[in-house]
């Protein structure tokens, strides 16, 4: 696997959206999730990025394979405007951790970052990834990732919300199932008719903990990424798919809880 980089500097690199297979989405977003790894450690929490789809992008390595690459953060930063959110319909906002989206957000933590490259990939998922959603059901996800209580309910419908997706890739739809199975534990409440509530709740906080790093991502899609007939599939970005826009007036940025 190319090593993945970071960089500060402006490169010569391709979007993310122009991914060539779902393999390929795949793999340049471990690529950006190992080097956001590295450099949590390395920078002060001032230069710490927000992902978007801004800084995240192939490279191409001198023996003609792809790397991802975390760039420009210090220009990635979008306000709520649409105008200024690349492809129309997604920014920042759209990738911040869904407890960060409440009216009286709790501290910012290293699982929220680990939560946005979640959002970032179901919602690369259902924008540009081949599926078979109509352009109103396509719109409806979309606008989930604009609500912080909207991006709860997706993540805790687990499986059923990337069936939800029509995705044609099978073996898409089983690295994302496995992604947000895992990760709905963040936002998992407790049985009320739990009998051993002791043990529920440490069993949750466990679960919990292991989801502020960033291990248990990396290794899911590292293991998915070694299947070598996905790598095979051309199924390559569908900017063509269209979006329509949900009538529904949504209260975007924040939720009133």
């Not at 420009?72 to 649409?82: F, G, H, R």
């Not at 906002?93 to 960060?100: I, M, N, Q």
């Not at 259902?126 to 109509?134: L, S």
């Amino acid at each position: 696997m190319p090593h993945p980089r970071y960089t500060l500097l402006d490169a010569i690199r391709t979007p993310l959206t122009e991914f060539s297979s779902t393999h390929a989405l795949v793999s340049c977003v471990l690529h950006a999730v190992l080097a956001h790894k590295t450099a949590y450690t390395l920078l002060p929490e001032e230069y710490r990025p927000e992902i978007s789809l801004g800084n995240i992008a192939f490279a191409q390595e001198p023996d003609g394979t792809s790397t991802g690459l975390l760039v420009d953060w210090d220009v990635t930063k979008y306000d709520d405007n649409a105008e200024d959110r690349p492809c129309g319909l997604t920014g920042t906002l759209h990738f911040k951790a869904a407890r960060l989206c409440r009216a009286s957000p709790p501290p910012h933590s290293m699982g929220d970052d680990v939560e946005s490259f979640v959002l970032l990939l179901l919602w690369m998922a259902a924008r540009f990834a081949p599926n078979k959603m109509t352009p109103a059901d396509r719109g409806s996800v979309l606008a989930m990732f604009e609500v912080g209580s909207s991006k709860t309910a997706m993540i805790r419908g687990g499986t059923d919300s990337v069936v939800d997706m029509k995705l044609l890739s099978s073996d898409f739809i089983r690295v994302l199932a496995r992604v947000i199975k895992k990760f709905m534990w963040r936002y998992k409440e407790l049985d009320p008719l739990e009998e051993d509530k002791a043990k529920a709740e440490g069993e949750l906080r466990g679960r919990r903990a292991l989801l502020e790093g960033h291990g248990w991502l990396v290794n899911i899609l590292s293991d998915a990424l070694q299947n070598e007939a996905w790598a095979n599939e051309t199924d390559g970005s569908r900017k063509a798919q269209t979006v329509e826009r949900p009538s529904r007036v949504w209260l975007r940025g924040v939720d009133l809880f």
